[in-house]
């Protein structure tokens, strides 16, 4: 089983900046792809992007060039950095990791509000 323990959401302003965290702890595999999923009031959950171990990364198109995905594989760590935020970046932001023949693992969710 895999762990996974988000950090660094909360409430900023329109233009502000945020980093998301997660760690991912017991038995994970180095073959892992990590990234983040979001979900906003009355939609659908839908990706906002995903690293593979070797660091190939793909974005949604309303985050990219303003988001940046990065992962440390020594901590087992991924990482979003999200800049020039806009009203509609509100959402609870999911980690998510999964491995080839394992199970999908999911974070407990980070609330992310951008409002002014």
């Known amino acids: 089983q895999v762990q996974l323990v988000e950090s660094g959401g909360g409430l900023v302003q329109p233009g502000g900046s945020l980093r998301l965290s997660c760690a991912a702890s017991g038995r994970t595999f180095n073959d892992s792809i990590m990234g983040w999923y979001r979900q906003g009031p009355g939609k659908q959950r839908e990706l906002v992007a995903l690293?593979?171990?070797?660091?190939?990364?793909r974005y949604a198109a309303s985050v990219k060039g303003r988001s940046t995905i990065s992962r440390d594989n020594a901590k087992k760590t991924v990482y979003l950095q999200m800049n020039s935020l806009k009203p509609e970046d509100t959402a609870v932001y999911y980690c998510?990791?999964?491995?080839?023949?394992?199970?999908?693992?999911w974070g407990q969710g980070t609330q992310v509000t951008v409002s002014s």
């Open positions: 998510y990791y999964d491995s080839t023949g394992q199970p999908t693992y």
């Open positions: 690293i593979n171990s070797g660091g190939i990364t």
